[in-house]
Nanobody
Framework: QGPLVESGGGSVQAGGSLRLSCTAS????????LAWFRQRPGQEREGVAS???????TYADFVKGRFTISKDSAKVTLHLQMDSLKPEDTGIYYC?????????????????WGQGTQVTVSS
């Protein structure tokens, strides 16, 4: 088991909601730049949302208004609240952490990755 562990994936119908969590082990999220990525079937891994150490957030256009990234007050657990899910949101969702991330979409800038959790949205 690596330093990041995701949970909360599952199957849901279109329009439904899921809440993903990512727990750090062995280090504190507090000084890290955190993000959620996803990999849809046959597609490259893509950035979904990020949250910086100061709490500022960034979202990919395709999830704006539907997904919310947050971290708990102890900065131990990262969350992704996913509402109004669509079938095209189906994929494996990964959390990632990096100390110095200039471009949240750049996967090479992240040091730690979780193992991924499957999200399936049916129509």
């Amino acid at each position: 088991q690596g330093p990041l562990v995701e949970s909360g994936g599952g199957s849901v119908q279109a329009g439904g909601s899921l809440r993903l969590s990512c727990t750090a082990s062995g280090y504190s999220h507090s000084s890290y730049f955190l993000a959620w990525f996803r990999q849809r079937p046959g597609q490259e891994r893509e950035g979904v949302a990020s949250i910086a150490g100061d709490g500022s957030t960034t979202y990919a256009d395709f999830v704006k208004g539907r997904f919310t990234i947050s971290k708990d007050s102890a900065k131990v657990t990262l969350h992704l609240q996913m509402d109004s899910l669509k079938p095209e949101d189906t994929g494996i969702y990964y959390c990632a952490a990096g100390r110095y991330v200039a471009d949240f979409l750049a996967t090479l800038e992240y040091t730690y990755w979780g193992q991924g959790t499957q999200v399936t949205v049916s129509s």
